[in-house]
Nanobody, 124 residues
Framework: QVQLVESGGGLVQAGGSVRLSCAAS????????MGWFRQAPGKERDFVAA????????YYADSVKGRFTISRDNAKNTVYLQMSSLKPDDTAVYYC?????????????????WGQGTQVTVSS
């Protein structure tokens, strides 16, 4: 079992940057591909970014491509989401999640473990 704890959210002005972290418990972090999802009020939870176990491949939603960067440090059991050029539309609760089973990393249902989420609010 993996426990995930996100941190780093907060209030930021449009155009600003913030880095989210997700710390994982256990010794098996490197066995999991990791993803970030977000959920705005009244909307579904959507895929944001994902990274494979070794960190060799990354994937992004079109809406964040070129502005967000996902990375991981397997020695620290941590995955990061660097968010830049933030827009008010990026306001949401951001969740990290772990996936041990599938090749496709963009689907909510394929993730086994979830963090509690961290709020990011972008003011205009």
């Amino acid at each position: 079992q993996v426990q995930l704890v996100e941190s780093g959210g907060g209030l930021v002005q449009a155009g600003g940057s913030v880095r989210l972290s997700c710390a994982a418990s256990g010794r098996t972090f490197s066995r999991y591909a990791m993803g970030w999802f977000r959920q705005a009020p009244g909307k579904e939870r959507d895929f944001v970014a994902a990274i494979r176990r070794s960190g060799g491949s990354t994937y992004y939603a079109d809406s964040v491509k070129g502005r967000f960067t996902i990375s991981r440090d397997n020695a620290k059991n941590t995955v990061y989401l660097q968010m830049s050029s933030l827009k008010p539309d990026d306001t949401a609760v951001y969740y990290c999640a772990a996936n041990s089973r599938t090749v496709v990393l963009t689907r909510l249902r394929d993730y086994d473990y979830w963090g509690q989420g961290t709020q990011v609010t972008v003011s205009s």
